[in-house]
């Protein structure tokens, strides 16, 4: 996966069941949020800064979702728990982990990364996270997408 390239189209169903399908968002900035799992402590964090630091992420225009392999009923619980106002996507066949090359070292989980995709569908940003451990910032993920953004 390199930047300039063509984003990996995929559909995957969101928390709600629904299909959510990246070349519907064409036009949009859009930010995937991989993540290993559900309801971990990290993971837990990291999507609860996004949550709070949501104001910051809107004001970009950005389209924001978080994808891992759990389920759409385990996103419902997730989402619901946390207050959560990002879409969550359930990759549960690990297809789209797969597309953007952001296989964990745990079996079928995702790496934490974040990838960023242009408004020409193009990847502008993609950073995976060596150690799952530690959750990107928000500080540089908004930075990534004001850059994609120009």
Request: net charge negative; with cysteine; glycine share 8%.
């Amino acid at each position: 996966m390199n930047i300039g390239e063509n984003a990996p189209d995929f559909t995957l169903p969101d928390g709600e069941g629904k299909d959510w399908k990246l070349s519907a968002q064409l036009g949009k900035t859009v930010v995937l949020l991989f993540y290993p799992g559900d309801n971990t402590p990290v993971c837990t964090k990291q999507l609860c800064s996004v949550r709070d630091n949501w104001s910051d992420y809107q004001k970009t225009g950005a389209e924001v979702v978080g994808i891992s392999t759990d389920t759409v009923k385990s996103h419902q619980g997730f989402a619901e728990k946390n207050d959560l106002p990002l879409t969550l996507l359930a990759d549960e066949n690990g297809e789209v982990v797969e597309k953007y090359a952001v296989k964990s070292w745990l079996p079928g989980r995702s790496a934490r990364a974040v990838v960023v995709i242009d408004t020409t569908g193009k990847i502008a940003y993609h950073k995976v996270q060596a150690l799952s451990l530690f959750a990107p910032s928000d500080a540089d993920v908004l930075a990534a997408i004001r850059e994609a953004s120009k």
